[in-house]
């Protein structure tokens, strides 16, 4: 059981580059979710979804998409990165179509905005 | 909105018992969750409050007031593995999770 999956867990952009963080769980869950995790200031929700075609805006979401297509993926794209866009990100999941329940999270993924 | 407090570093002694507060102010209450983040690593879910009370966990036991807005998590018998982030988080009442910043516990031996 994989559970959730991310990846890339590091990368590196350049200003202005574009990129997707891709997400994926295996455990059905109608619950997905992106978060980033600077120092000294928690995980702040970029986007979330309670299932498949159904997208909404968490407390961040500026610079950043997101689509599901299906269940199991929640792929989060950065347009146009910029340094503020340094962070680590993470997606989590959970059963239940109102909205989270118990996260189930992925292992993160690092980004680093030249 | 929610504003959630929570202090920023404590350090205990192994063997030793630690409380780390929350306090939130939320505009819709629908459940309190502590999540345990060790260092480098996601966070992984430690207990979960919707009514006033303890629930107890083994060594972790968290309490609730919710005309208080006031949370806890208590560990017990501390063990050097505990040392950790951890993060209180509160989901409002269309069902979104916002978290604090997070308490760093460092067990000392």
Request: charged fraction near 15%; hydrophobic fraction near 35%.
């Amino acid at each position: 059981n994989a559970g959730v999956t991310q990846t890339p867990k590091f990368q590196v952009l350049k200003t202005g580059q574009s990129m997707t963080l891709q997400c994926a769980q295996d455990m059905n869950h109608e619950y997905m979710s992106w978060y980033r995790q600077d120092p000294g200031m928690g995980l702040r929700l970029i986007h979330y979804s309670v299932g498949a075609g159904i997208t909404d805006q968490g407390e961040v979401p500026n610079g950043y998409n997101v689509s599901r297509s299906t269940t199991e993926d929640f792929p989060l794209r950065l347009l146009s990165a910029a340094p503020s866009q340094t962070s680590v990100y993470f997606c989590a999941s959970s059963s239940g179509e109102s909205g989270a329940n118990v996260l189930t999270f992925g292992a993160g993924s690092r980004l680093t905005v030249l | 909105g929610q504003n959630i407090d929570q202090p920023t570093e404590m350090t205990a002694t192994e063997g030793a018992i630690v409380q780390i507060n929350c306090t939130y102010q939320t505009s819709g209450f629908n459940g309190l969750f502590w999540y345990q983040q060790h260092a480098g690593e996601a966070p992984t879910f430690l207990s979960y409050n919707v009514l006033d009370g303890l629930e107890e966990k083994g060594r972790f036991s968290s309490f609730l007031s919710r005309s208080k807005g006031y949370s806890y998590l208590l560990l017990k018998e501390l063990q050097m593995k505990d040392s950790a982030s951890y993060l209180c988080a509160v989901r409002d009442s269309d069902y979104k999770l916002s978290f604090g910043a997070g308490t760093t516990v460092t067990v000392r031996a």
